[in-house]
Nanobody
Framework: QEQLVESGGGLVQAGGSLRLSCAAS????????MGWFRQAPGKEREFVAA????????SYADSVKGRFTISRDNAKNTVYLQMNSLEPEDTAVYYC?????????????????WGQGTQVTVSS
């Protein structure tokens, strides 16, 4: 069973950047599709970005396309989310998730494992 631990959240001004990391503890990380989701207060958890097992296929929510980049390093059992040009609307708890199929997935219901979340706050 995979355990996922996020890091890299924090407080940043609008226009700034952050890089989130998600470290997986299991031995089958390279077989998993991975994703990032976020949840703002009073809102549903929403899809942000996803990547397939090899890293050569990605998908993004329209709201972050061109600003965020998802990547992975299977040798380090880690997936990243580089966030540039941050906006106050990006403020949320960001969750890393893993799915036991190799392809990209945009629905939270496809994911089997979740991290505890990391807070990202963007000030205006």
């Amino acid at each position: 069973q995979e355990q996922l631990v996020e890091s890299g959240g924090g407080l940043v001004q609008a226009g700034g950047s952050l890089r989130l990391s998600c470290a997986a503890s299991g031995r089958t990380f390279s077989r998993y599709g991975m994703g990032w989701f976020r949840q703002a207060p009073g809102k549903e958890r929403e899809f942000v970005a996803a990547i397939n097992w090899s890293g050569d296929s990605t998908s993004y929510a329209d709201s972050v396309k061109g600003r965020f980049t998802i990547s992975r390093d299977n040798a380090k059992n880690t997936v990243y989310l580089q966030m540039n040009s941050l906006e106050p609307e990006d403020t949320a708890v960001y969750y890393c998730a893993g799915k036991s199929t190799v392809v990209v997935g945009r629905s939270r219901y496809e994911y089997d494992y979740w991290g505890q979340g990391t807070q990202v706050t963007v000030s205006s």
